[in-house]
């Protein structure tokens, strides 16, 4: 990709070059018409006239001169366009690349929480093994992730304590995890290890 790039921008860089050749070719154009025009007018004080064949070969020489760097301009152009479509397009391509490397990043850093957060509640699953005393309590917190009936019912058991907002004693379900809080005492951490 690197690769193509760099030989894109050579070759629009050639293209480019080519377009000021071909600007510089129609002002050099001009200056010979503008040159004949006062050299005309200058013979023409002295009493020399040039002939009409001369004049109508200057003009076709000068007018076909013109269609050629026209069409050349055309073409230059059109090369040019092509390649910036081509380059806009391979930096769409990259600006894509870097949205999904910053996209699983952030999943990477939400997982990374989650499993941080999931430590907190259910113990760091490395120390204990799945046969663990706790295992049937995390498949139990987790099984609505697995099961669109379990979710049901445990959104029911919910529903069921929820009360006004206005009540005196109640308060809306927290929307993720409530984690415990650090110990206060040497006591309730040794209970807690």
Known sequence: ERELKAAADSVLSEVRKKQADTKRMVDILRALEKLRKLRKEAAGRKGVCPPLSADEAFENQVESLKTLLKNRTELYEAEERALRVMLEGEQEEERKREMEKKQKKEREKLLQQKLEIDSKLFGDPDEFPLAH?????????????????????????????????????????????????????????????
């Open 133 to 193: 005393v706790l295992q049937p309590f995390r498949e139990y917190y987790l099984q609505a992730e697995h099961s669109v009936a379990a979710l049901i019912q445990i959104r029911h058991e919910w529903d069921q304590y929820l009360v006004p907002a206005d009540h005196p004693e109640g308060s809306c379900i927290p929307p993720g995890w409530v984690l415990p809080s650090l110990p206060t005492n040497d006591t309730w951490a040794t209970a807690v290890r």
